[in-house]
């Protein structure tokens, strides 16, 4: 790739994206610095101009734009994503490293009824990335997420996790969605764009006045928080360097997307969220109805999508292990329904299910009715087969 890229590069203002912005614009791509305030990212760029002079690398050749975005407010995104697209005719790059990790016992519901955390690290930044990916396609472009080394299991009930609320849990949760998305978003534009998940160390910038305010906030967890970071934080450059590799770097973007990066190594054992195809398209079709964001087509898909995914699936049995049945509204051949407490994880089994109890009478149903009957079938990916019902 040729160095005069633009690479929009969010959450510019925190330690990793200060890394980044700086490495970028040393090896003289053009960045484009998102984040809240305006005041922010004004002094960020003056940071990043100084470090290169330190470098002694001519500052004024130094590209360096900035634009203002909420990522908790979707109007905010909406008119940034708005506003880059009328500024750069070409956006070769997207660095998503905004992130807010609340410090209080929440849930933080915002004034537009979506709690603070899913909304700014799960729905900002899949729709600002929605409203690029025509712009970036005309230039092979990447999306580089930065992730973190969590996996909380997604809670499809409660997915802002509002009802029933823990906010580390909360916070995991969406960093868990945030590599589900990464790795779905380079499975739905393989050979388009290109997405990667990347996993930093434990990345402060001790230099900035602004992370010794918010260890101050927080009381006597900041004060521990801070010794922490003293003797085990790597510098912004420790991130920076590697980002600003992949996404300038690789000739051939396609080779490397939907790859999980820990600094400037390759993960090449499989990721449990990245790997999870299921989640990956049932969280992507639950953003796009949720958000009202939808490609020509996508909209309607995403709906009949999450109606299978949410029907009810039966599982047959003969007092062993049974089969699935899963398609919508398809029939369900007589068999005995037993209750069936536990089953063992060797059959591809991954929770505990709960069928009627009792002998089936013969009646032919749907999944639709047997719903309708209150009787609780959960979906599983696979199980073995129950020559009893004859499936």
Not at 122 to 131: D, I, R, S
Not at 256 to 281: C, H, Q, T, W, Y
Request: glycine letters at 6%; proline letters at 5%; hydrophobic letters at 40%.
């Amino acid at each position: 790739m040729t160095d005069k890229q633009t690479i929009l590069v969010a959450g510019a203002t925190g330690s990793i994206g200060r890394g980044a912005a700086v490495a970028l614009a040393r090896r003289g791509a053009r960045v484009v610095l998102l984040g809240r305030k305006i005041e922010g990212l004004g002094a960020r760029a003056d940071a990043i101009r100084l470090a290169l002079s330190e470098a002694r690398i001519d500052y004024q050749d130094a590209d360096i734009a900035t634009l203002v975005i909420d990522f908790s407010d979707m109007e905010s995104v909406r008119l940034a994503a708005a506003e880059a697209l009328n500024r750069f005719p070409m956006i070769h790059g997207l660095v998503l490293s905004a992130v807010a990790q609340m410090p209080k016992q929440g849930p933080n519901i915002l004034p537009n009824g979506h709690e603070l955390m899913f909304a700014t690290n799960v729905m900002g930044p899949f729709l600002f990335t929605q409203l690029l990916l025509e712009r970036m396609q005309q230039s092979d472009g990447l999306v580089l997420h930065v992730v973190a080394p969590y996996y909380k299991e997604i809670d499809w009930d409660d997915l802002e996790s509002i009802r029933n609320h823990r906010t580390t849990t909360a916070y995991e949760r969406t960093k868990t969605m945030h590599r589900v998305i990464a790795a779905e978003l380079a499975r739905r534009y393989a050979g388009r764009i290109s997405s990667v998940a990347f996993l930093p160390s434990f990345i402060i910038d001790k230099s900035d006045p602004e992370v010794k305010k918010r260890w101050l906030s927080i009381g006597l967890a900041g004060y521990f928080y801070r010794l922490w970071a003293v003797f085990s934080a790597k510098p912004p450059a420790v991130a920076g360097e590697p980002i600003a590799n992949l996404m300038l770097s690789h000739k051939d973007r396609r080779a490397i997307n939907g790859a999980l990066f820990r600094l400037d190594k390759r993960v090449e054992k499989p990721d449990k969220a990245m790997s999870d195809e299921v989640s990956g398209k049932r969280l992507w079709d639950e953003l796009v109805l949720q958000r009202g964001l939808a490609p020509a087509g996508e909209k309607e898909q995403a709906n009949n999508s999450l109606e299978r995914a949410r029907e009810p699936t039966a599982i047959c049995t003969d007092g062993k292990l049974g089969s699935l049945f899963n398609e919508f509204d398809s029939e369900i051949t007589p068999c005995v329904w037993e209750r069936i407490e536990e089953l063992p994880s060797e059959a591809g089994f991954t929770r505990i299910v709960e069928p009627h109890a009792g002998e089936y009478d013969g009646t032919r149903h749907t999944t639709r009715e047997l719903a309708d009957e209150h009787l609780e079938f959960h979906v599983f990916e696979s199980a073995p087969n129950c020559d009893m019902c004859g499936i």
